[in-house]
């Protein structure tokens, strides 16, 4: 510590100990911590259509695009917490379309079809491919049986052709409803999970 502010703190202290009229010793903030407040966005500013492309081989979450560059729209989602999740919950339905080259190898995308990436990305571990609730990963939850040869797109296609959106969205939303007290946020995982 600078001599300045031992000197300012010696008195801060001293001043303060000489006013309290107690034998306890005061809290004194430390004048050199530099508090940090940076606000979380707010989700309604949240627009999935500036999602640049994802890179292929990571979570969305890990931040990143495709070509290596930080993901702004992950940055926010991820800085909301849980209250992301009922956010992209209300996306699921929605049909506006989306630049395809978000998602490589994709033909159509939509805002709905993107969100849904997103929540299972969101709860699948570092592994890529386990999902941290059962029956939620992108191939269980989406019906893909054993047929390898369908593409991520096509595997929900057909799961929108045979069951609707609507029924992707009240899955979630069920699942929301039910465990929500119980999802947290693992950081060394960097995904949500369940807790008991």
Request: proline residues 6%.
């Amino acid at each position: 510590m600078k001599p300045a502010h031992l000197v300012l703190a010696v008195s801060v202290f001293a001043g303060a100990v000489g006013c309290s009229g107690s034998d306890q010793l005061p809290v004194v903030a430390d004048p050199t911590v530099k508090v940090d407040s940076t606000p979380k966005p707010a989700l309604e500013l949240v627009d999935l259509s500036k999602v640049p492309p994802l890179d292929p081989k990571g979570r969305f979450q890990d931040g990143r695009t495709g070509d290596g560059q930080p993901n702004p729209v992950a940055k926010d989602i991820v800085a909301n917490g849980k209250d992301s999740i009922p956010f992209l919950i209300r996306k699921l339905e929605d049909e506006t379309e989306l630049d395809p080259r978000i998602i490589d190898y994709w033909y159509r995308l939509s805002e709905g079809d993107l969100a849904l990436v997103i929540l299972f990305d969101l709860f699948t571990d570092k592994t890529e491919t386990d999902s941290t609730i059962h029956g939620f990963s992108y191939d269980e939850f989406l019906e893909r049986g054993g047929n390898r040869t369908l593409t991520g797109e096509e595997v929900l296609r057909r799961y929108i052709q045979k069951h609707g959106r609507a029924r992707i969205k009240q899955r979630w939303q069920q699942l929301w409803d039910e465990k929500k007290d119980k999802i947290f946020w693992d950081e060394r995982c960097y995904c949500f999970r369940l807790g008991t």
